[in-house]
C-alpha cells in the first residue's frame, strides 16, 4: 500500500513538471485589480502552508479562485524590499524540461541566463496563485521578486527595465509562462508594482539575464527614460516575416497593405552575416492593438507576428 501511495505521488509530480506553468498561462492581462477575498499575504487559505495545493488536480480545480486578482486597498510599499541577490544555483528537478510544449507550442529551456536579452510585452499575476506551487515546486509568494519565464532556467536571475520609465528591478525566475502569445515575462505582483507595471496591467520592458559566475559592474542606476527628451518612447511592431527574398517580404507587406493594416515596412537587418528583409506592422497604439491585430493577421492564414519594441 505504502508503495502504491508513493507511486501516485510521483506520478502527481511528473505531472507538475510538464504543466505547473502550463494551463494557467492563459491569465488574462491586463489583470483585474477587483477585490478578491483571499486578498494579501497570510490571508485565508492563501499563504504558505495554510492549505494544501493538490497538484494532482486539474488547472480548472485546482485554484480556489476562478480569475486573478490583487488586493484591496493601495500598493504596497516595495521600495524597501530586498532584491534577491542572483547565486550560482543547481537547476531545479522540476520545471526544466526541454523541450517541452504547452497549448500546443514548444519550447527549449536555455543552458544559462547568460546572454540573454529580449524585449517585449510583460504581463504580472497576484492573489490567484499566491501560495500555490510554482513550475519547480516552490511556494509562489507575491510579495517576492519573482517571475515566470517560457525560456529561462529555473532557477535564474534576470533584471527587468521597464522602458517607458527606467525603472528596473532584479527577479529570480522560478515559474513557466506566460503563455500569452504575445508576452515575453510574467512578473510576480511585488515586482509589477516595483516598476510601474501594475496597476496598467502590462508594459513594454528589456530582460537580461544575470549570470552569477561574473562580477557585477558597479555602475549607477540608468536615469528614467522620461528625463530624456532625445528619446522617442518605444514602439510596438509586430513583425510578421523575415524573409531572404525580397519579393516574397513585399508580397506579404501588399496583403497586409490590402487588408488595411497600416502602417506597413519591409526593413532590411542583417542576421548572423545573412541579410533578411522583415515585414513589420507597427508601431502600433497600446498593447491590446497589439493582441487584436495578431489575432486578425493570423486570421489571413499569415504567419503568427512576433511582437518587437524598438
Known amino acids: 500500500m505504502r508503495a502504491l501511495w508513493r507511486l501516485s505521488w510521483l506520478l502527481a509530480i511528473a505531472w507538475v513538471l510538464v504543466g505547473c506553468g502550463g494551463h494557467r498561462s492563459t491569465r488574462p492581462s491586463p489583470y483585474a485589480s477587483s477585490s478578491s477575498s483571499s486578498g494579501g499575504s497570510g490571508a485565508s487559505g492563501y499563504s504558505s502552508g495554510g ?45 526544466n524540461k526541454s ?27 497576484g492573489s490567484k496563485f499566491h501560495g500555490y506551487k510554482t513550475s519547480n515546486l516552490e511556494d509562489y509568494d507575491m510579495y517576492k521578486f519573482t517571475a515566470a519565464s517560457k525560456v529561462l532556467p529555473l532557477p535564474s ?10 525603472k528596473s528591478v532584479i527577479v529570480r525566475i522560478n515559474d513557466r509562462g506566460p503563455f500569452h502569445e504575445n508576452r515575453v515575462i510574467d ?6 508594482v516595483k516598476i510601474g507595471v501594475w496597476p496598467k496591467g502590462t508594459g513594454l520592458v528589456e530582460v537580461q539575464g544575470i549570470d ?32 531572404s527574398d525580397q519579393a516574397n517580404a513585399e508580397h506579404v507587406a501588399a496583403q497586409l497593405r490590402v487588408a488595411n493594416f497600416a502602417p506597413v515596412q519591409v526593413v532590411d537587418a542583417t542576421i548572423g552575416g545573412r541579410l533578411v528583409h522583415r515585414v513589420r506592422v ?29
Do not use: C, W
Open 99 to 125: 523541450p517541452y510544449t504547452v497549448l500546443g507550442r514548444s519550447y527549449s529551456v536555455l543552458p544559462s541566463a547568460r546572454d540573454y536579452d529580449e524585449r517585449g510585452i510583460a504581463s504580472f499575476y
Open 212 to 243: 552569477p559566475s561574473q562580477p557585477a559592474r558597479e555602475e549607477p542606476p540608468p536615469p528614467p527614460v522620461a528625463t530624456a527628451p532625445s528619446a522617442p518612447p518605444p514602439g510596438i511592431y509586430l513583425q510578421v516575416g523575415a524573409f
Open 157 to 166: 536571475y534576470a533584471r527587468v527595465t521597464n522602458l517607458e520609465n527606467g
Open 282 to 310: 507597427g508601431p502600433l497604439a497600446d498593447v491590446d492593438s497589439a493582441d487584436r491585430v495578431t489575432s486578425q493577421i493570423e486570421q489571413m492564414g499569415l504567419p503568427h507576428p512576433q511582437v518587437a519594441v524598438d
Open 51 to 95: 492549505f494544501h495545493d493538490d497538484t494532482s488536480q486539474p488547472q480548472s480545480n485546482r485554484y480556489h479562485n476562478g480569475s486573478d486578482s490583487v488586493p484591496d486597498g493601495p500598493p504596497p510599499d516595495v521600495s524597501n524590499l530586498p532584491e534577491p541577490v542572483p547565486k550560482a544555483e543547481p537547476r531545479s528537478l522540476y520545471g
Open 187 to 192: 512578473l510576480s505582483y511585488a515586482a509589477a
